[in-house]
């Protein structure tokens, strides 16, 4: 047993420092991330809050720990191969009414960044009312990366979010049919984002409050840039029911709540001209933004026909329509605040699935799942999260080594409807230019898992 904690301790470690140090691609609507377990890729994550098979539920619906037996530790990973490549439909440049100029730049290569995603969890039986268990995941995270003289570098070059979401929990059986979980989370978000800056056209419209013109800076062909960086931590709590009709049928109902982050950190300015030097502005500052993370809900079912067959279901909610805006403020007086209207919108999830299993040691498991979009329209949507609606096909596969040890596996495929943007170079805007075009879009997921039973 010391030998087994030793290395549960190792691999502690390891999976904590990958949450901590490897950005994420979103992957759910907006930049949720729901890929926390495998066993529940394989089945597109349907009857997420009502399966229960493994201590990934920590995350799904705490009030399951109550079927698990024992002690169980498990040690995942996501690989994460996205792909967003923009072909550009007609950009405009701010000045293009009166002169004619296209905004400028080729398409950006491969927007997708291929990254490891990590989980961890913890689950232990106390009494036959009585479990608990914790979880280290990521609930949030995104990443894109543009050539840095792409057509739209001036409202994306890097966008990196990432999270660690620690969430102890435990639950409660109440009667014979049903079980009570809650948790807490203490969330750590990092974020980094960068843009070019266009002085040339800046200086050909006067936007230095002096004379158009005066520093003869040539309008796209003056470009500095901007690198954000800051994070905070944050809290939120999560719970759920279980209800099991009969051994064989259940309804799970899970809730996850908000969580203001205000972060705290440095903008970095570089190539500026140096003619600018004398202005105030444009100097590395502290900055400040605050990002409300969505509240959810999940409502799922699974039923066994017999020990082969298992056929599962989810509804899930998501709260994005709290993400109004992207607004970060600078401590220098003379830096104006920049600002992304968002406009978001709920989004709403839709899966099935189901498992067979030929043997006792075999689990095949295949689901879809179709993810309804958060952005609101074309106006809105940023190459920073070029969000659209998605179709999960997902397959999987576990196996039982012995009773001790077992393994997981998952594959999916999402196909990302072509996400377009049509943003007008007027207001917020106007300086970045009206970038207009489309994303071809899709994502692969490879994944596994190792579950320990002790």
Known sequence: MSMLSGIIRTVLAVVVALVVLVPCTALGAGFALI??????????????????????????????????????????AHIVIPSAKFHNDGSTQLLQPRT??????????????????????????????????????????????????????????????????????????IGDHLTVGAG???QYLEAELSNAIDFGTIDAVGGFGLPPGTFKLTPQGSDGYVDLKGHSWAFGFNAGLLYE???????????????????????????????????????????????????????????SFN???????????????????LRINFQNPFQPASVTTE????????????????????????????DTSATSSEEYRTPRIPDSYRT????????????????????????????????????EDALRGGLKGTFDAHINIVSAQLNVNF
């Open 343 to 370: 406009n978001w919108q709920d989004n709403y999830r839709y899966s099935i699935g189901a498992t067979f299993r030929p043997t006792e040691q075999w689990a095949l498991r295949a689901g879809v799942a179709y």
């Open 245 to 303: 009709f009969t051994p064989n049928t259940r309804v799970g109902v899970a809730y996850r709540s908000s969580v203001k982050q205000e972060l705290k950190g440095t903008a970095y300015f570089s190539s500026v001209p140096a003619s600018l030097s004398v202005l105030p502005a444009f100097k590395n500052s502290t900055v400040y933004s605050d990002i409300r993370l969505p509240q959810s809900l999940s409502v799922s079912f699974a039923h």
């Open 184 to 186: 807490i989370s203490a």
């Open 392 to 427: 999960w096909l997902a397959v999987g596969a576990g196996y039982k080594f012995s009773k001790m040890f077992s393994a997981d596996i998952g594959y999916a495929h999402i196909f990302v409807s072509d996400p377009a943007i049509n943003k007008n170079p007027v207001g």
């Open 100 to 173: 004619g100029v296209p905004l400028l730049g080729d398409n950006g290569g491969e927007g997708g960044q291929t990254k490891v995603v990590p989980n961890l969890y913890y689950s232990i039986k106390i009494s036959d009312r009585l479990a608990a268990g914790i979880g280290i995941n990521a609930p949030f995270g995104l990443g894109t990366k543009y050539d840095d003289t792409w057509v739209g570098r001036y409202y994306a070059i890097k966008s990196d979010v990432l999270t660690v979401n620690i969430n102890p929990s435990v639950a409660y059986r």
């Open 307 to 325: 020990p082969q067959w298992t056929v599962m279901a989810d509804f899930t909610w998501t709260d994005w329509s709290v993400f109004r805006e």
């Open 35 to 76: 890929e926390q377990g495998v066993s529940g890729l394989g089945n597109a994550y349907a009857g997420g809050s009502a399966i229960a098979e493994d201590a990934t539920t920590v995350f799904f619906n705490p009030a399951g720990l109550m079927r698990l037996q024992g002690q169980q530790f498990i040690a995942a």
